[in-house]
């Protein structure tokens, strides 16, 4: 892991950024939810930690969790199972009962929710640490290169005699229908801060792909003039995407991650020449061609998601009501459910704001919100109920943390419906829970609960009075 501490004049952090190869796949091809996965909980750890516990994305300190050369590390460690059988599986070899699509990797945690919640703690973790102990302060020049390449039209020298183009690999895997699949023209670039240099990639480049492009970029700046402390790290999935990028050598065992490494088996060779390119450019203060401008495909790009119609509410209800409401009390460390009539989220993504709030009461006319739909602890599920009445609920669940302070709290829901599919005005909605307690785990017991015929039953038969035991049943949590 690398990591680059900001600091203002004063010495006050202002953010971070840490690059570390690991997909953001902790939630796997099941999960329906929108999550910015172990990446994402990593950040809000760190920010929270840092901006004192604000809402996430509320604080003036960023941190940002940022990839690497990540092609081939996964974070499900406990590696593929059928989730019908638990049973080890493989998709290339095994089904899961004549389904492969139920072969899927996860780990380390007992679900994926709680994989994500391990694989970004352990990241937020160590990049705490590193943070922490920070020392190294960069300076000289701030300095890119950027170059635009057509990748197709790229010929490698392979010895005095061989040489390859890509371009054959390139037309064999493509589809052109009704428009290429994958980019012809990649973006590369460099950027430098004193002595440490970005290298942004535009693929996922394996563990081993990534060492070699690191390292040959490394030598070439110092060759050319930097100093021998220089830093290089790879910044991956950066500008364009051009899939897989493995080295020569995993190529040839065409697994998933070479079977993705479109402009074929010198696709790295390829990548580390441009970024040497670049690499000497920069340092030796040499202007570089911008490169063949990439197509523009906007215009052309087809989308089979329908616009929203209308938004309907079931006859005797409104938006925004809870059909399916809380209850007066929750334990802390417990889960709190809530259901409205609602409306599609499409109309208003709620971009800079929230589809729901929890809030706690402090006084009679004054809430506080406490968490949003950017927390982990809370989960928005939107569900149609009805397609040709266009209805639907949205289900809002808190987890309640184990130190959450008592009190009264209540779950609000913000929206937007389209109610009249001829017009395309949308109205504003929000409701509520009822309020409901948050209460410690330690029950008080009521002797009175005991006075009933039920209870005392089984003392008499023991023997037993309720004078003895009171002491006891006073301890008990």
């Known amino acids: 892991?690398?990591?680059?501490?900001?600091?203002?004049?004063?010495?006050?952090?202002?953010?971070?950024?840490?690059?570390?190869?690991?997909?953001?796949?902790?939630?796997?091809?099941?999960?329906?939810?929108?999550s910015s996965d172990n990446k994402g909980y990593a950040a809000q750890l760190f920010e929270a930690a840092i901006?004192?516990?604000?809402?996430?994305?509320?604080?003036?300190?960023?941190?940002?969790?940022?990839?690497?050369?990540?092609?081939?590390?996964?974070?499900?460690?406990?590696?593929?199972?059928?989730i019908n059988t638990g049973k080890p599986c493989d998709i290339l070899t095994s089904t899961c009962e004549g389904k492969n699509e139920l072969c899927i990797a996860s780990g380390p945690g007992k679900d994926m929710f709680d994989s994500t919640k391990i694989i970004g703690e352990n990241q937020y973790k160590k990049a705490m640490d590193l943070f922490n102990s920070a020392k190294s302060m960069l300076s000289g020049p701030v300095d890119f290169r950027h170059q635009f390449v057509n990748m197709s039209n790229i010929t490698i020298k392979i010895n005095d005699t061989y040489s390859v183009s890509l371009l054959f690999t390139y037309l064999f895997l493509q589809a052109s229908e009704p428009y290429p699949w994958q980019p012809q023209i990649a973006s590369t670039q460099l950027l430098r801060l004193g002595?440490?240099?970005?290298?942004?990639?535009?693929?996922?480049?394996?563990?081993?792909?990534?060492?070699?492009?690191?390292?040959?970029?490394?030598?070439?700046?110092?060759?050319?003039?930097?100093?021998?402390?220089?830093?290089?790290?790879i910044a991956g999935l950066a500008n364009t995407y051009t899939d897989y990028i493995t080295t020569y050598e995993e190529y040839q065992i065409q697994r998933y991650e070479g079977a993705s490494t479109i402009y074929g088996p010198h696709t790295l060779k390829a990548y580390i020449n441009q970024f040497v390119f670049l690499a000497e450019a920069m340092v030796l203060n040499k202007t570089v061609p911008v490169g063949p401008k990439p197509p523009n495909y906007l215009s052309s790009q087809l989308s089979f998601n329908l616009p929203v119609?209308?938004?309907?509410?079931?006859?005797?209800?409104?938006?925004?009501?809870?059909?399916?409401?809380?209850?007066?009390?929750?334990?802390?460390?417990?889960t709190v459910s809530v259901t409205f009539v609602s409306a599609n989220p499409r109309n208003n993504l709620m971009t800079e704001k929230t589809f729901l709030t929890v809030e706690k009461q402090n006084s009679s006319t004054d809430w506080e919100v406490i968490a949003t739909d950017s927390s982990w602890n809370t989960i928005f599920a939107w569900e149609r109920t009805s397609t040709l009445f266009g209805e639907s609920i949205a289900t809002i669940t808190w987890d309640i943390p184990a130190d959450q302070p008592t009190g009264t709290y209540r779950i609000r829901h913000f929206g937007y419906a389209k109610p009249n599919p001829l017009s395309e005005a949308i109205k504003e909605f929000t409701g509520s829970s009822k309020p409901f307690q948050v209460v410690t785990k330690k029950l008080k017991f009521d002797w009175r609960d005991f006075n009933r015929p039920q209870y005392w039953r089984y003392f008499k038969a023991l023997g037993h009075y309720k004078k003895k035991y009171q002491n006891l049943y006073n301890t008990i949590p």
Not at 12 to 32: D, E, L, Q, R, Y
Not at 205 to 228: Q, W
């Open 51 to 82: 901006n004192n516990n604000s809402l996430p994305v509320k604080g003036k300190f960023i941190a940002a969790f940022a990839q690497s050369n990540l092609g081939d590390v996964s974070p499900n460690i406990k590696g593929p199972h059928c």
């Open 195 to 233: 002595d440490f240099v970005i290298i942004a990639v535009p693929g996922e480049f394996t563990t081993m792909s990534g060492r070699r492009t690191r390292d040959a970029v490394r030598d070439s700046l110092i060759k050319n003039g930097l100093p021998s402390t220089t830093k290089t790290v």
């Open 1 to 34: 892991m690398t990591v680059l501490k900001f600091v203002d004049a004063s010495n006050k952090p202002i953010g971070m950024i840490s690059w570390f190869a690991v997909h953001c796949t902790s939630m796997n091809n099941t999960n329906h939810l929108i």
């Open 309 to 334: 119609v209308y938004d309907g509410q079931p006859s005797g209800q409104v938006f925004g009501q809870a059909i399916k409401d809380v209850s007066l009390k929750y334990l802390q460390n417990s």
